[in-house]
């Protein structure tokens, strides 16, 4: 393997990672969703962590040997297709950001209902299903599908 | 000539590509679960968690071994009968994965009904075999190994 192959090999390595890791976490809060119990609920919104390192090494493995192969393979400043990748790859990492945080904050809830009495509020129930975070847990998945799209694409190259 | 052997027509490459990492972050989510649930024995919601998302990874595998196929039949002949390791890594995982897949499903359905711990360990192991292959599998694919 030459070192183009071995970039190429991290890059889709780490893209691996990124969506691997964003789809057990996705699977995980739907589980989380449709909990019985606040413990439950909280338990697993809990081992999203674990997806956590696998995610962030993703985002960042991407941007670095993405970059490096861009230069490595030749493609020009204004090359359109990674730019566009590289808009999508940031609003897919902000849109998760913020979906992270919400689920935090079910989490503590949660935590706090397991804590007393281990009964589903309506409040909690509510912020399982909040309509606003599950629209940017979505939008987050589509930015990070629209980047592979691009990737593979490659449109006008 | 790398650029060559990495492009091919978009859409069995993507639903190919899309369908693999989505099982491995189903594969994963089950070796989470089933680690956790080693030391949980008695929680149930645990059980029931790892058998749907082992439900999941089905579709996702699907998307995976179907279009793996179809660029498979379109390309056979640029391999002139000899088809480089990274094709023959890639089809034992497939093949001997949705069978392990098939049997961790079964196992996980015993395991979510009868609530014997064996059951979950076993489902345990089988996942992280399964989640290892696939590993390889990848590396192996997108590194294009003996071509």
Known sequence: ?157 | MIVADYSRPFWPLFLHVLGAMTTVGAILTVVVLTYVAWNRPDAAFLRRATFAALLTAIPFYVLLRVFAEVMYSDEKDAFAGSDPTWVGIGYITSDAGFLILLITIGLAYWWKRSEKPVAGRIVAVLSTLLLLMLTVAMLAMSGKWGS
């Open chain 1, 1 to 157: 393997m030459d070192k183009t192959q071995w970039l190429l090999m991290l890059h889709i390595a780490a893209a691996f990672c990124l969506v691997a890791g964003s789809t057990a976490a996705a699977i995980l809060n739907a589980l989380a969703i449709r909990s019985d119990k606040p413990s439950e609920a909280a338990f697993l919104m809990k081992l999203i962590r674990v997806a956590l390192p696998l995610i962030f090494a993703g985002v960042l493995g991407t941007l670095l040997f993405g970059i490096w192969l861009w230069h490595d393979l030749g493609f020009g400043f204004g090359t359109g297709w990674i730019w566009a990748a590289l808009v999508f790859w940031a609003l897919a990492s902000a849109l998760g950001g913020r979906g992270g945080r919400h689920q935090e904050q079910v989490r503590a809830v949660a935590e706090r209902e397991a804590a007393a009495g281990d009964s589903m509020s309506g409040e909690l129930r509510a912020m399982l299903r909040d309509p606003k975070a599950l629209a940017v847990n979505y939008a987050a998945g589509v930015a990070t599908i629209a980047v592979l799209v691009i990737m593979i694409w490659k449109p006008g190259s």
